[in-house]
């Protein structure tokens, strides 16, 4: 199975929009620095979970109408988002890791992921090519219209829940604007503006004081060598900290304690191949420092495709899916404080890890 994006696909995934919520500030519950590891098993159509020490525990088997091409974890939630690629489209499929329940909110039309809210609201794009709208789809299944600007094709909550911001365009060469509002979407402000460039997968750090995007060209390329910047919560001091992939969907990943960066980074950013065509990319993760600068390279894979780096919640090890020249695709792990990069050892193709944090409740 190939979980590579057409170009058509990968500029909807770019210009797919968002929704936000319309609660109180999030005050996070009691948590430990433990996740579980989810891993989509190809063949077995199931999710596989292992404990933080990647012992293997269960498997959890998904009824799946389409191919998966994308997990998105809730956060203080035990729900994973699937993203599946239909032929009428894409859909986004949720799954209760408790109890292996599944729904599909929307059944009639495409809907591309955006983002979850800290109350297990998901936020999603629906019929992009028909009567296009964003939605916001509650716990128990309710949805309604988000009221944000219909350009938007990026969104993330802050770590309160608080503040939203998010990413928009007017039209191709017309450059993008990144906004921020309350969580109800309500009392916007332009926080960053590029004229020659789109601004992708803004991220807020975990300590809620810095965003982080990937600034890629606007132009017709699909695929183009992109850029990895930092900014203050408000806008404030942009800078640029490294050449990026851009255009396949790969967003970069802070670390738990704020301070560390993980990204995709282009080996072969002179094949024009890569541009056009997203099977031609091979890339690497590596590691940016966001207060000095310093990059150090994580993998050093040779004539591959590696894809974005998930965070354990301890810091301690990055996942990410690894495809080969042929196609093949499974599940890899970089141990940060030994330095060893290795398959997970499950059967069978693998891909798509989604960390579930463990939340102690009072």
């Given amino acids: 199975m190939s979980r590579l994006p057409s170009a058509n696909q990968a500029t909807l995934l770019l210009i797919a929009s968002l929704l936000a919520a319309c609660t109180a500030p999030h005050t996070p519950l009691p948590r430990s620095t433990e996740s579980n590891l989810f891993v989509f098993n190809i063949p077995h159509s199931a999710l596989m979970e292992y404990s933080p020490n990647l012992t293997f525990q269960r498997e959890l088997p998904i009824n799946l109408p389409c191919p998966v091409t994308a997990t998105h974890p809730a956060p203080d939630q035990p729900l994973i988002a699937l993203e599946l690629e239909c032929i009428n489209g894409p859909a986004v499929q949720v799954v209760d890791t408790n109890t292996g329940d599944t729904r599909t909110p929307f059944t009639d039309v495409d809907s591309h992921f955006l983002a979850w809210d800290f109350e297990g609201n998901i936020y999603l794009r629906v019929d992009a090519l028909g009567n296009a709208r964003l939605m916001r789809v509650s716990s128990n299944g309710d949805s309604r219209e988000f009221d944000l600007p219909m350009q938007t094709y990026d969104l993330d909550f802050s770590p ?84 990026a992939d851009a255009g396949h969907g790969y967003a970069a990943a802070w670390s738990p304690d704020s301070t560390r960066i ?31 600068g310093q990059i150090d390279q994580v993998t050093r894979f040779n004539e591959m495709l590696i894809e974005a780096p998930q965070w354990s919640a301890d810091g301690h090890f990055l996942a990410f899916s690894v495809v080969t020249l042929n196609d093949t695709i499974n599940l890899w792990i970089a141990d940060l404080d030994s330095g060893e990069v290795k398959p997970l050892g499950s059967s069978g193709a693998t891909c798509c890890p989604a960390w579930i944090l463990q939340v102690s409740h009072p």
Avoid at 262 to 284: H, K, T, Y
Wanted: aromatic fraction near 8%; glycine fraction near 10%; proline fraction near 6%.
């Fill in 262 to 292: 993980a990204f995709v980074v282009r080996e072969n950013p002179e094949d024009p191949a890569a541009d056009q065509s997203a099977g031609a990319l091979i890339s690497n993760i590596y590691m940016v420092k966001s207060a000095t």
């Fill in 160 to 243: 309160d829940g608080g503040t939203l911001i998010y990413a928009f365009t007017r039209g191709l060469g017309l450059g993008s604007e990144l906004w921020a509002a309350n969580s109800n979407g309500k009392r916007a402000r332009r926080i960053h503006a590029e004229q020659n460039a789109v601004i992708t997968f803004a991220r807020w750090s975990p300590d809620g004081k810095q965003i982080a995007f990937i600034r890629m060209p606007d132009t017709q390329t699909p695929f183009p060598v992109g850029e990895l910047w930092v900014m203050e919560a408000d806008g404030g001091d942009p800078r640029r900290l490294a050449s």
